[in-house]
């Protein structure tokens, strides 16, 4: 299967590239690194290469190539960008980020999605890495249904070398704001506008990071950077929301191996974050691993193999104790500061969930989406929005999260020719 794959990407990128110089060369550019910036400052473009130009044939073929379990709708091919930009760190400071940015081959946007992506520990697995990864298939998916797509990789991952945040609702924020500010320059560049209708989705982390930049921008009233960005709809998809209240306790019950490898991640990152030491939450075998485990250069399955079968393994007994009697604990604050904070949305919200979800529990999406309809009701009409827990069927985590994504597309091509058919009435 991964050979077959293999050479049918081989082909196609190169099939791709010989059809782009002849069709598509108004769209290849390359902005060197930005040096004396008058004022340096988060969203500011840096640079961007692109990497890959891909015709419809093309993405049909490779798409026909892949035993996808759901189909993908299609109408255009698409290029890709892999950008760089100033976005802020968890210090405070100015950091060079990456992301991929795809231009749909079409005159009419439908509009642009920011893609948040989920759980991954290896640099080179981010959005804007290369190869027959989650960059290139999501870009296929969003661009190839013709909207400008915006993927952050997130501090930590892809161009970045520092320990990526996880689940950090600031960093999230800061990160894909930045994104989007820069991404909007680099269109600028391209000689295209940006699209009038923002949408946001992202399976597992990427989910929690959907909310969490939506709720951002309504705060924000859709202005980053002195741009306005407008929120049209969201679609998380398998969610962890409630970290303290229903993410930790159900990843304490261990009953997949993905549980242990989140909580290992999520003490590494808010250690470091909160300036909190790994042997005040983890016992000393792991305190000293852990670091090395996640530095970036590892995946996912070296990780987990290190890890021990029960959670509570991982933990101090002062720790436990503190856990199981409701005690004060800084990591325990720390899930509570990171879980998504109740907002009414102004703009319509289909969370996805999978009914055999056990890494993350559909109830996270149904009790969000529960609040944010009787809050939206209470508050009056005005305030009164869509809000839908969609299930994608009887299926785990993962399997969940590659069939919400298509639906979500289809949820935004929807919302998109509504939008088009108000603002020309």
């Known amino acids: 299967m991964k050979t077959r794959l293999a050479l049918a990407t081989l082909i196609l990128l190169g099939f791709a590239g010989a059809v782009y110089v002849g069709m598509f060369s108004q769209r290849d550019i390359s902005i060197s690194p930005a040096e004396h910036l008058p004022a340096p400052q988060a969203g500011t473009l840096l640079s961007a290469q692109r990497t890959l130009a891909l015709p419809h044939l093309a993405l049909r073929a490779l798409l026909a190539s892949i035993d996808l379990p759901v189909q993908v709708f299609t109408e255009s091919g698409f290029t890709t960008y892999r950008m760089t ?12 980020l990456s992301a991929l940015v795809a231009v749909p081959h079409r005159d009419q946007i439908a509009g642009a999605v920011a893609y948040f992506h989920g759980t991954v520990t290896q640099r080179t697995n981010a959005p804007s890495q290369p190869g027959l990864g989650e960059g290139l298939l999501v870009a296929a998916a969003v661009s190839g249904a013709g909207f400008v797509m915006v993927a952050p990789d997130y501090i930590g991952l892809g161009e970045s070398e520092a320990l990526h945040p996880y689940l950090h609702l600031a960093s999230t924020v800061s990160t894909s704001l ?25 399976a597992s982390q990427g989910g929690h990071a959907t909310l969490a930049v939506q709720h951002a921008l309504q705060q924000a009233s859709g202005v980053v950077g002195g741009q306005h960005f407008n929120v049209a709809g969201s679609a998380p998809i398998v969610a962890p929301l409630y970290l303290r209240e229903i993410s930790f306790p159900q990843a304490m019950r261990g009953l997949t191996d993905a549980h242990v490898f989140y909580l290992a991640y999520l003490s590494t990152a808010y250690a470091q974050i909160y300036q909190q030491p790994l042997g005040s939450l983890l016992n000393p075998h792991f305190a000293a691993q852990l670091p090395k485990l996640f530095d970036g250069s590892r995946e996912i399955g070296e990780i987990m193999d290190a890890l021990p ?11 436990l104790n503190a856990f199981e009697q409701g005690g004060d604990h800084w990591f ?9 904070p109740l907002f009414v949305p102004q703009a319509p919200v289909q969370f996805f969930i999978g009914e055999a979800d056990v890494d993350v529990l559909p109830m996270e999406s149904e009790r969000m989406a529960a609040w944010m309809a009787a809050a939206g009701a209470a508050a009056g009409a005005a305030a ?12 785990s985590h993962n399997q ?17 020719a509504s939008y088009v058919q108000r603002s020309t009435e």
């Open 178 to 202: 930045d994104a989007l500010l820069a991404s909007r320059t680099l269109l600028a560049r391209l000689g295209m506008p940006w699209p009038p209708a923002l949408y946001l989705t992202g």
């Open 332 to 340: 325990l604050q720390a899930l509570q500061d990171n879980s998504i």
């Open 309 to 319: 079968d029960a959670p509570q393994a991982l933990f101090t007994p002062a720790f």
């Open 384 to 395: 009164r929005t869509e809000v839908q827990v969609r299930s994608v069927g009887p299926y």
């Open 400 to 416: 969940a999260a590659i069939r919400g994504l298509p639906l979500a597309l289809s949820w935004f091509r929807e919302l998109s």
């Open 85 to 96: 930009y100033l976005s802020t760190g968890v210090d405070g400071s100015l950091v060079p």
